[in-house]
């Protein structure tokens, strides 16, 4: 008698779908192929409108400038904006590209899940580039404008006795950190999806994230200090919201594991 899997799939079917080595290699190399090709492709087109994203990551400082004439950035070196430029284009294109990436993954993983798997996964993908973009939307509207408020307070004007101190920002280091605060925000923004898969896979319980809060608040703060500028503002910027999010976690898992004991008792 033949086992019956929960898509009404039995083993000899499920056999008889399998792919040799070489045909799955074959088929992940295509995947990878295609999300190249869109990569590739973005990247040239971001290029062609890089100042105008340069400038949408200004906007920021320039709001905290406003009215003050004078203001502006500098590069030092020969090939300083070109390269900056191509920084741009290539953080643009990743961003963008994402989600043909995630696309391509799932196309090939999906045919080896069961319908309940890819239920239970799908979620999960799609909620990896909406927070990451969220991460990205916090340090823009949030963050930025108020550390740029913070950062040329400091600003000196000269006086009998002492030397004007003036902020003039260079172009590669501002992209810099702006792309540093963006991408530290963003990938801790994914930290719901990392622990609901560990709970979802039997690596962790919403008892187990409770017990171990207190760790998970001292890896918060510490993962700031590395990913932020050495700043109290924007340390606790990133560390509060990782906190809130450990705190969301713990509440999604409950629900989850509840919502899989139900539909396994009623399966039973």
């Not at 995947?31 to 492709?41: C, H, Q």
């Not at 100042?51 to 004078?70: C, D, I, M, S």
């Not at 004007?157 to 605060?181: D, F």
Request: charged content about 20%; aromatic content about 16%; proline content about 5%.
């Amino acid at each position: 008698m033949v086992d019956e899997t929960s898509d009404g799939l039995g083993e000899d079917d499920i056999e008889k779908s399998r792919m040799p080595l070489v045909d799955h290699l074959s088929e992940l190399r295509k995947r990878l192929l295609y999300s190249l090709a869109a990569f590739i492709v973005l990247f040239f087109a971001c290029f062609y409108f890089a100042e105008t994203f340069f400038n949408f990551l200004v906007a920021p400082l320039a709001q905290v400038w406003e009215g003050q004439e004078g203001r502006q950035l500098i590069y030092t070196a020969l090939t300083e904006k070109f390269f900056t430029e191509i920084k741009v284009a290539f953080f643009a294109a990743a961003f963008l590209s994402f989600p043909v990436l995630a696309s391509q993954l799932w196309t090939f993983v999906a045919p080896g899940l069961f319908k309940r798997e890819k239920m239970a996964f799908l979620p999960f993908l799609v909620a990896t580039p909406v927070l990451f973009f969220a991460g990205g939307v916090f340090v823009y509207y949030v963050l930025l404008p108020v550390a740029w408020q913070f950062f040329s307070s400091f600003e000196q004007l000269a006086s009998e006795g002492s030397l004007a101190i003036t902020l003039v920002p260079k172009v590669n280091e501002y992209l810099s950190l702006v792309m540093r605060l963006i991408f530290a925000f963003g990938l801790s923004f994914e930290l719901p999806v990392v622990l609901l898969i560990l709970v979802k896979v039997g690596i962790t319980t919403p008892a187990g994230l409770r017990k171990k809060r207190r760790y998970a608040i001292v890896v918060a703060f510490i993962a700031a200090a590395v990913l932020t500028p050495p700043d109290p503002l924007s340390q606790l910027a990133l560390a509060l919201p990782i906190v809130l999010l450990y705190e969301i976690s713990i509440f999604i898992a409950v629900y989850m594991m509840r919502k899989r004991d139900t539909e396994d008792a009623e399966e039973a």
